[in-house]
């Protein structure tokens, strides 16, 4: 029996991969996104123009062939580069070595690759086409463009991408509970640009800068890391894009000193930077226009106690489990929903009801868990990771791991540059972390710890480590 066809909703950066991968596979395939098509009219992107890449991601493009054309674009990086209160910077690497890194890919590029891709595959995609309702009786997709005409389109299995927020959910809440809810942050965030070294004027520069600038470097900073200027409260990070300029974007409070409230004015906004961020003034010559000009992007996390309705329709990537993007695993976890639904759906084309069931019951408690890691390491990247407990905890998380090679692993690790489920990273990390602050109590260096005496405990709690990755 030839498998039904499939409509997907929105055709960003899960969906599109979602429709490559289903396409080929054999399904037939439409896409409806909301916006113009990114190739003939430029990426709207609206946010992160940059985004970090890991093992889980990687997974998905190399299933849909895709690895090679984007690594040549993306940027490495090897770890986080900490830039504290003076200026002084020390890079805290990732893994062991560079095979175990992050990498930075333009939003925009990313999403028209993987359209190029879809299209390729044999998926139709219809840009301009926004969902504005679903009529359940019929299965009938009513859509409308920019100019307000308005199509309908029959569809008996719909797959919601469109995003955190969701035109299919709010369909599908109209005929059944969802058990939504959404958990503000309380803090928002603004990106600013560092622009190429080249296209910043050299008047404003630094000596070394200036001579860097003249023999022709491109970046403006170290390249190869993933620069964080903690500050207790909130923080700025930067990504590097690949022809050399970096994405800056400031997470604060939206209420309070200092928050988005009270930096309010482009004089504020330098102030502000020149306080905290006083290394990142002379890179970013348009500071105050771009504090002021770049949208306020929200964060928190979205849960749903359910995620499909009968066989008709599902959510996936950040239409069912947003989060918050301190782990840089957004993305990642949509593409490890897309490759989980492409496999599920290959197996039992046309039991979309026990799909559906079958992917959510896999699915959800790894999406809880990368939503509480993503919170956690908020804290730990504003606040923790220039201090001397953490650094201790991690110098002593790295010595057991060499110790318990397989057995002790850190969680980040896990999470990054394996395809561990997430839930199992999250168990075990909890796991490590007691043991960890157990052995620090009251210790200010690793000489002082009895790592024998850790040694029969950490064999007794934690076991060997899943090498499989679901
Ligand atoms: P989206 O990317 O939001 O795509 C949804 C698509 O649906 C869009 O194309 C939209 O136009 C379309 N659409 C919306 N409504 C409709 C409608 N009614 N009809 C038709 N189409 C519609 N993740 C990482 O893995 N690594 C990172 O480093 C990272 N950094 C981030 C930094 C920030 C500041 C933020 C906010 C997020 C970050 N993320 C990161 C998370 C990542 O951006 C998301 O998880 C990812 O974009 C989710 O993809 P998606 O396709 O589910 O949703």
Not at 83 to 90: A, F, K, Q, S, W
Not at 172 to 195: C, N, T
Not at 199 to 219: K, N
Request: net charge negative.
């Amino acid at each position: 029996m030839k498998a039904a066809p499939i409509t997907i909703v929105g055709a960003g950066l899960v969906g599109s991969l979602l429709a490559t991968l289903l396409a080929q596979r054999g399904f037939e395939i439409t896409v409806f996104e909301r916006r113009p098509d990114p190739r003939k009219a430029g990426f709207l992107g609206g946010r992160s123009i940059n985004l970090a890449l890991a093992e889980r991601g990687w997974h998905g493009l190399r299933l849909a062939g895709l690895q090679d054309r984007m690594r040549p674009i993306t940027v490495m990086m090897r770890g986080r580069m900490i830039h504290d209160i003076d200026g002084r910077t020390n890079l805290q690497r990732y893994g062991r070595d560079d095979s175990e890194v992050i990498w930075s890919v333009n939003r925009g590029t990313l999403n028209t690759t993987m359209l190029d891709a879809a299209e390729a595959a044999g998926a139709v995609i219809h840009f301009d086409q926004r969902l504005e309702s679903v009529d359940w009786k019929t299965s009938t997709l009513h859509l409308c463009s920019e100019d307000e005409s308005r199509r309908s389109h029959q569809a008996d299995i719909i797959l919601g991408s469109d995003g955190a927020g969701s035109a299919l959910r709010a369909s599908m809440a109209q005929v059944i509970g969802l058990g939504e809810r959404f958990d503000s942050l309380g803090h928002s965030y603004k990106e600013l640009e560092i622009p190429a070294l080249a296209d910043i004027p050299s008047s404003r520069l630094p000596a070394d800068l200036r001579e860097a600038q003249a023999r022709g470097e491109r970046f403006a900073m170290e390249p190869n890391a993933l620069h964080i200027w903690p500050r207790g409260n909130y923080m700025c990070i930067a990504l590097p894009n690949s022809e050399g300029s970096f994405t800056v974007t400031l997470f604060l409070p939206n209420e309070g000193e200092p928050s988005l409230a009270s930096v309010s004015s482009a004089a504020d906004a330098r102030a502000f930077f020149e306080r905290d961020f006083a290394d990142t003034v002379p890179l970013i010559p348009d500071l105050e226009k771009d504090y002021l000009g770049n949208p306020t992007g929200l964060l928190g996390t979205l849960y749903l106690d359910r995620w499909h309705f009968e066989g008709k329709a599902l959510l996936i990537g950040d239409a069912s489990h947003a989060i918050v993007p301190f782990h840089g695993q957004g993305m990642n976890s949509g593409f490890e929903d897309a490759v989980e639904l492409a496999e599920l759906l290959t197996a039992s084309p046309n039991d979309s009801a026990a799909v559906f069931a079958e992917f959510e019951r896999r699915r959800k408690p790894n999406a809880d868990a990368i939503a509480e890691m993503a919170l956690d390491n908020y804290i730990e990247m504003r606040d923790r990771v220039d201090d001397a407990d953490y650094l201790l905890m991690r110098e002593l998380g790295h010595t057991l791991a060499a110790r318990h090679p397989g057995r002790w692993v850190p969680r980040y690790w896990m999470v990054t540059f394996s395809r561990i489920p997430y839930a199992i990273a999250y168990q075990r990390g909890e796991i490590q972390q007691r043991i960890l602050r157990e052995l620090i109590a009251g210790k200010t260096s690793l000489a002082e710890i009895n790592l024998d005496g850790a040694d029969s405990r950490i064999v007794e709690v934690l076991g060997p480590v899943p090498t499989q990755e679901s």
